[in-house]
């Protein structure tokens, strides 16, 4: 009984298992088909038969490499603080931003973003007059600037650092806040870069930012000079 | 304040710390391929790779690239040493140099450039971007600072360039835009207005190299104001471009 059943259940198997065979069989010759056919055709010899098909197909498939981008890292952007003397209102200190794009290994475009606050000039203190509200002493300036790294060099820290640095001239135009006021400002100077890794820098700058002011009364060219340190990433 | 600068910063550092592929390998063909201390000509060469020795190019700085050898020694080498070096798969390296023939396919612009407007120093930027090779539009921030008076205005503009192909071309611009100004706070009579403008204008663009253009702009300025008669600004700038 058992023998039976075991029979009569093995019959749908096998025939399922020699239906699929022919069919992968008959897949396996459809695909070969072309080639097999012309191997006998070329045998066969060309004065009896045409060949439609080349002996060797010549659609090589191409290897494709995945070649990688190569990361640039041309924008700088970073932070600064330092000192600002402001002609007339004493020297406070100044906080910042500032973007630079490198153009080519000598030249750069600048932008920045900076802020401080005036104080009281001579002539308020000692006449005991307001020349300005409290909120009229922010100080605030943006300069889009060109630089030239003038000197390329590098410092040594002991026997085994090295590190690049570059010396910069960097002169351009902007904008000055401050008195209720706002005046086109040129600005010029010098600042020194050292690249403590390729990715990280730290700035030292001197920075000169000239406008014509009437603020104390009699118009005046004014030279706000600016010393500041900062750090900068690459990207 | 100073804590929010810190955080930005080091959310900047984490950003470029991380988030690096596999660095591109290429095979040295040359003779030889020279390291340099730096990205630039005069940062010394302190070690040579030789022929067929692989090296991964790890980043790029304006046309200087950081290599490292299979010693782990990082250099710094020349786009034009790079360029002469095969892929892994024997082709030539195929590097991402901007030139002359990517003026005409290139799509975002951005421009800097001072000038005057109406007698006052101006500084203005602006982005712009191609929709086919002739035509662009774009925006345009600009910053008059005068001796009487100072404005800002923002302007939207289509410009046409003639031969985007040619290394000089002319091309001609129409805007409308915003404009605010307003007086010194010195002076006797004060003026604070907003009026809508309008403006044509021609320049010249020259290209430069890599992805780099001289560019110079006039533009005749009208500003549509409540008085009897519509103001009529010339201005002119010239400054720098560059496209991506």
Redesign the interface.
């Known amino acids: 009984m058992e023998s039976r059943l075991r029979l009569f259940l093995l019959i749908p198997v096998v025939a399922m298992a020699s239906s699929g065979c022919a069919l992968f069989h008959h897949k396996a010759t459809a695909d070969s088909e072309p080639v097999s056919a012309t191997v006998v055709d070329s045998a066969a010899g060309p004065t009896t038969t045409v060949v439609t098909e080349p002996v060797i197909d010549p659609k090589i498939e191409r290897r494709k490499v995945k070649v990688a981008k190569i990361d640039s890292e041309n924008f700088e952007l970073g932070l600064y603080g330092g000192i600002l003397s402001i002609e007339d209102f004493g020297s406070h200190s100044v906080v910042g931003a500032k973007l630079a794009y490198h153009v080519t290994e000598s030249f750069f475009l600048e932008g920045l973003y900076g802020y401080s606050k005036g104080g009281q000039s001579s002539a308020e203190t000692i006449g005991n007059f307001q020349l300005m509200t409290d909120a009229q002493r922010k100080y605030k300036y943006y300069a889009l600037s060109a630089g030239w790294n003038a000197l390329p060099g590098e410092i040594f820290v002991g026997e085994n650092r090295a590190y690049n640095t570059a010396l910069y001239l960097i002169a351009g135009v902007g904008r000055t806040d401050f008195g209720n006021d706002q005046r086109f400002t040129i600005n010029g100077g010098f600042g020194y870069r050292i690249l403590l890794t390729d990715w990280l820098a730290t700035h030292l700058d001197v920075r000169d930012y000239l406008y014509d002011t009437d603020l104390t009364g009699k118009k005046k060219v004014v030279n706000n000079l600016e010393a500041s340190l900062g750090l900068s990433v690459f990207f | 304040m ?1 804590r929010l ?1 810190l955080s930005v ?1 080091l959310l ?2 984490t ?2 710390a991380f988030g ?5 390998e290429v095979v040295v063909a040359d003779a030889y391929l020279e390291m340099h ?7 010394p060469v302190f070690f040579v790779v030789g022929r067929d020795d692989h090296v991964e ?10 290599v490292r050898e299979h010693q782990g020694r ?1 250099g710094w080498v020349s786009e034009q040493q790079l360029a002469a070096t095969l ?3 024997g082709s030539p390296t ?3 140099i901007p030139t002359l023939a990517n003026l005409t396919t290139h799509r975002w612009e951005g421009a ?1 450039m ?1 000038g005057d407007f109406g007698g ?2 101006q ?1 203005s ?1 602006s982005a712009s971007y191609g929709l086919t090779d002739h035509l662009a539009v774009g925006i345009t921030l600009s ?1 008059p ?3 009487i008076s ?1 404005g800002e205005f923002a302007t939207v503009e289509i410009s046409h360039t003639m031969f985007p192909e040619w290394r000089l071309s002319p091309y001609f611009a129409l805007g409308t835009g915003i404009i605010h100004v307003s007086t ?3 002076q006797v009579q004060q003026v604070d207005s907003t009026n809508q403008m309008s403006y044509v204008g021609g320049g010249l663009r020259l290209y430069i190299s ?1 992805r ?1 253009m001289a560019r110079a702009e006039y533009h005749a300025n009208y500003t549509y104001t409540d008085q009897n008669q519509n103001e009529e600004t010339p201005e002119w700038k010239a400054g ?1 471009a ?1 496209f991506f």
């Open positions: 100073p600068y910063l900047l550092v950003a470029v690096k592929d596999k660095p591109r201390t730096g990205p630039g000509k005069g940062y190019v790890l980043k790029e700085r304006t046309s200087w690239y950081l990082e892929e892994l798969d195929k590097l991402d800097l001072i006052a120093s500084i930027l910053n600072l005068g001796n100072n010194h706070s010195t890599r780099f720098f560059f």
